[in-house]
């Protein structure tokens, strides 16, 4: 699982120096209808959340995990964003 640090419900961005820039899941506006993803912007290790969402789905899927992905729109944000949610096991 090279490129992801495994914590409680969360995968956290191992391009920030201090392993803080949360990718995923994420409350995105406060909303909690999904588990949004967002490129970490302490490090912009990704150009978009789009990039983000696509290397968290490439890792999952490398993981043997099953999913459920999206986009949404967010009350309050502009455009859509994508979320990444009830992951388990195949």
Known sequence: ??????RPHALLCDGCVDGAGYIWPIASNGNQDHDWVERCDSCERFESDL???????????????????????????SGVQHWIDNVRSA
């Open 1 to 6: 699982m090279s490129g992801l640090v495994v």
């Open 51 to 77: 990039d983000a969402a696509y290397y968290i789905v490439q890792r999952l899927r490398a993981m043997g995990a099953l999913f459920d992905c999206g986009v949404a729109p967010i009350p309050g944000v």
